[in-house]
Nanobody, 113 residues
Framework: QVQLVESGGGLVQVGGSLRLSCTVSGNINGVYMSWYCQSPGDQREVVADITSSGTPTYALAAKGRFTISRDDAENTVYLHMDSLLPEYTAVYYC????????WGQGTQVTISS
């Protein structure tokens, strides 16, 4: 069973930046990967996808602020987050599409005003 480990979250002020990392225990070469976020009481939702060739797509709220990238040699997917606002406070996860059945523990992002 693949293991996913998200890291890089933390507490930042409004306007700050973070870079999240997701390291997968298996080979992600050729795998379509996504970042998700989940706020308390809400469903998990996609914020950004990246194809196996590196083409990104973003949720509307993420456009212009988030950048997804990947390093297949390291089996790692990144999410660079800029100009953060309190509404981006959530736990962030990664997974593939279609999703693996298991999820990592996520990484908490908290934006303070």
């Amino acid at each position: 069973q693949v293991q996913l480990v998200e890291s890089g979250g933390g507490l930042v002020q409004v306007g700050g930046s973070l870079r999240l990392s997701c390291t997968v225990s298996g080979n992600i070469n050729g795998v379509y990967m996504s970042w998700y976020c989940q706020s308390p009481g809400d469903q998990r939702e996609v914020v950004a996808d990246i194809t196996s060739s590196g083409t990104p797509t973003y949720a509307l709220a993420a456009k212009g602020r988030f950048t997804i990238s990947r390093d297949d040699a390291e089996n790692t997917v990144y999410l660079h987050m800029d100009s953060l606002l309190p509404e981006y406070t959530a736990v962030y996860y990664c997974n593939r599409l279609p999703q693996w059945s298991n999820w990592g523990q996520g990484t908490q992002v908290t934006i303070s005003s």
